[in-house]
């Protein structure tokens, strides 16, 4: 398994202005991680001069660009409104293609009020299958996240994604967003995982985090035969630029890697 960085993780000194997207790449690539996540919000533009530039400073660094990731929301009612949120999906596929990820995250969304589940399914399914047969043009796998909303359990990622059935829609899977049976959903959901995000809030340089158990999760993941990218994703109240730094050891230690 390789180790990866979302820029998410560093969304407070980005939004704050103290950092841009280039500087979480430096930083990556000076913690000699294997590769990052590029999260859409943080583009301060999607023109190809700047898209170039993000892409040649990976290079730089030596990291993969393994993923990136935009906002959707596929349970709106309307189907005008669904549409437009397939536009702006269509936009960042085109985006991941020019970056050379192979992998866009999104969002189902969640059930709004007066709906039921299989309402919102349909609408889910429907929008993944034009999302999915747009990024198979590109050569880009939709990684929706198991995100709560209609996608809370695994049993909702399940019915979803084997409705969509496409190689080209598949998972993102949040290590710390089940709340069920966590450990139980994790392992019936790797099968359909093309990204994984280590969730974070309180690192430990042998757990990883205080409240996700990774040396339990780590042989789950290898059991099942995942291989690609642990991508970080903080979310705790030490700044990132301290605590990143402690979860990066902890993933080295329990793959048994030494930099």
Not at 180 to 206: F, G, L, Q
């Amino acid at each position: 398994m390789k180790i990866g960085c979302t820029a998410y993780s560093y969304r407070k000194p980005i939004v704050e202005g103290r950092m841009k997207l280039e500087d979480f790449i430096r930083i990556c690539g000076g913690y000699r991680l294997d590769g990052v996540e590029l999260t859409g919000y943080y583009f301060e533009s999607i023109d190809r001069d700047y898209l170039r530039r993000i892409k040649r400073l990976c290079l730089d660094y030596g990291l993969d660009i393994y993923g990136t990731a935009t906002r959707s929301d596929f349970c709106k009612h309307s189907r005008d409104d669904r549409m437009k949120e397939l536009e702006h999906v269509k936009r960042w596929v085109e985006v991941a293609y020019f970056l050379g990820a192979p992998t866009l995250r999104v969002f189902a969304g969640r059930i709004p009020e007066g709906y039921s589940f299989d309402e919102a399914l349909n609408w889910v399914v429907e929008s993944l299958k034009i999302c999915g047969s747009y990024g198979e043009e590109y050569g880009v796998v939709i990684a929706m996240e198991n995100h709560g909303g209609i996608t809370s359990t695994v049993e909702q990622v399940s019915r979803i994604l084997d409705s969509v059935d496409s190689e080209w829609v598949r998972l993102t899977l949040d290590l710390g967003n089940y709340k069920v049976d966590p450990y139980r959903e994790i392992a019936e959901s790797i099968k359909y995982a093309v990204n994984i995000h280590a969730k974070c809030h309180k690192p430990t340089p042998t757990r990883v985090d205080e409240s996700i158990d990774y040396p339990r999760i780590i042989p789950l993941l290898r059991e099942h035969g995942y291989n690609g990218y642990l991508s970080i994703e903080y979310e705790g109240a030490t700044p990132a630029e301290e605590a990143v730094p402690i979860v990066i050891e902890g993933l080295r230690k329990l793959l048994g890697r030494v930099e």
